[in-house]
């Protein structure tokens, strides 16, 4: 079983960047496509992007296409969001999640806070 620890948030101001981290145990963690989401206060969570098992495909939601990259390193079972221009829409609590097959996410994280400042 795959567990997920988020990392990286933080508070900064709009425009800049972060980048989070989600460091994963477990031996399998190659086989899993994984995603990350996010849930602002009052809203119900939302998709943010998703990278497949082996990083050749990925797929971002409209708000955040062009400015987020998700990317993983298999080696150090470790998927990654790197966010630039944030806005202060951007504000949430950040989830990364293990999916085995397509938009099949059964593991969560715990989740990290972004807050984006104007």
């Known amino acids: 079983q795959v567990r997920l620890v988020e990392s990286g948030g933080g508070l900064v101001q709009a425009g800049n960047s972060l980048r989070l981290s989600c460091a994963a145990s477990?031996?399998?963690?190659?086989?899993?496509?994984m995603g990350w989401f996010r849930q602002a206060p009052g809203k119900e969570r939302e998709f943010v992007a998703r990278i497949n098992w082996n990083g050749g495909n990925t797929d971002y939601a409209d708000s955040v296409e062009g400015r987020f990259t998700i990317s993983r390193d298999n080696a150090k079972n470790t998927v990654y969001l790197q966010m630039n221009t944030l806005k202060p829409e951007d504000t949430a609590v950040y989830y990364c999640a293990a999916s085995l097959g397509p938009n099949n996410y059964k593991i969560w994280g715990q989740g990290t806070q972004v807050t984006v400042s104007s």
């Open positions: 477990g031996r399998t963690f190659w086989s899993y496509d």
